[in-house]
């Protein structure tokens, strides 16, 4: 608690954001914020994979819910994620005027007063949760409000800037909407849904290493300590690889454990070799341009893996699905070579 | 000439403001009638068992 409290000091009050408040105070009046610049607070591109993770452990769940619960579930759990980016960009607001990536957002180009910002992200945060808890049931509201608070306190305040494991423990905030939207339908927490959770838990740091690997300058120059930055490309390198290796396999799971089809299980076992052989790739780049072309690469195909695999998780509960026909005829015996796999009866 | 260019400046600086505010209680007044939408609909549909 007081490592939260010196991070709220450092961070939001502390030297470098005291420099910035005048600039703050100068260059944006109380009020002066567009809309525009509201919904850039909500980080629309994070926004949109959290939505569909979410989505697609609302959807595979067991159980049935009312199109319209279904739709305030989703809702619920964009807006938290967007109040959550909303609460980052106003802590962070000292880092972001550094760095190519983030010093075109609202709060660096003195658009809005900062307290603006953090009232925008608190009440839409209270509000999701809330109308969560509502409309559907509490254990949602309560897994919503863990996230974001694991999000801006775990992650944004207390690891970001103090430790190259910041991604690791702090990804689990990412990891969490599939976990909402399953308990959304079934107001619980089970095996299913815990997969569905540490699957994006383990793809979240070649993820993110794979963009610190060619944005180490950007992270270096705001004293962020990514891994690239505090521990050498290299040493990022063997940890890209480990936790590709550990994702291959834990893509499939889901397939395993019945939560989704034999559709799933054979691409997600297909994308999880392209994921450890571009891992790879990085690895042995022979040059610090050819790694940072095959970290772009790896960055891209991540984002696709995910999509993916959870476009498959929607399609394999999708009645009458290729998937579906694809388990009818293993079950039937009708897929040529299913007995040779085991996979028939 | 300075004087009068900076009043207008000013006046242009605050129907601007003005025009933005305005634009922004109109969004705020949407988002909350929406809420209150929404509630009403989530309050019918869970009396109604589900």
């Known amino acids: 608690m007081s490592d939260l409290s010196v991070g709220l000091g450092s961070g939001a009050l502390g030297a470098d954001g005291a420099a910035f408040a005048g600039s703050d105070a100068g260059a944006a009046p109380r009020g002066a914020g567009q809309v525009s610049d509201y919904l850039a607070l909500l980080k629309p591109r994070v926004m949109s994979l959290v939505v569909f993770s979410g989505f697609a452990g609302l959807y595979a769940a067991p159980g049935t819910l009312h199109p319209f619960l279904a739709a305030v579930a989703v809702l619920c759990i964009a807006v938290n994620a967007g109040a959550a980016g909303a609460i980052n960009m106003w802590y962070e607001r000292d880092i972001d005027a550094l760095m190519d990536r983030t010093r075109g957002r609202p709060l660096p180009r003195g658009k809005m007063a900062p307290q603006e910002a953090l009232a925008f992200g608190v009440v839409l945060s209270l509000f999701s949760i809330m109308l969560m808890g509502m409309a559907l049931n509490w254990t949602a509201a309560g897994l919503l409000a863990l996230a974001n608070g694991f999000y801006v306190f775990v992650y944004t305040i207390w690891l970001k800037r103090r430790t190259p494991q910041n991604i690791v423990i702090g990804g689990a905030a990412g990891a969490f909407p599939p976990m909402i939207g399953w308990a959304a339908v079934t107001g619980g927490v089970d095996i299913h849904s815990f997969m569905l959770f540490a699957l994006i838990f383990i793809w979240t740091p070649p993820h993110f290493w794979a963009l610190a690997l060619y944005r180490d300058i950007d992270y270096a120059k705001a004293r962020v300590p990514m891994l690239p930055v505090v521990a050498g490309r290299a040493a990022t390198k063997r940890q890209i690889m480990l936790y590709s290796l550990l994702l291959a396999p834990l893509g499939i799971m889901p397939a395993l454990l019945g939560t989704a089809g034999v559709l799933y299980g054979a691409v997600a076992a297909v994308m999880g070799l392209c994921f450890v052989l571009l891992a790879a790739a990085v690895s042995r780049a022979p040059s610090e341009a050819a790694s940072d072309r095959a970290a772009r690469q790896l960055f891209g195909f991540s984002i696709l893996y995910l999509f993916v695999l959870f476009t498959l998780l929607i399609v394999d509960r999708a009645p009458g699905m290729l998937s579906g026909v694809l388990s009818g005829m293993i079950q039937a015996g009708e897929l040529p070579g299913a007995a040779l796999f085991g996979l028939a009866g | ?50």
């Open chain 2, 1 to 50: 000439m300075g004087l009068m260019g900076l009043m207008a400046m000013n006046g242009e600086n605050d129907d601007d403001r003005k025009r933005r505010q305005k634009f922004k209680n109109w969004a705020l007044l949407t988002a909350l009638l929406a809420f209150v939408a929404v509630v009403y609909f989530v309050s019918i549909i869970r009396m109604g068992g589900h």
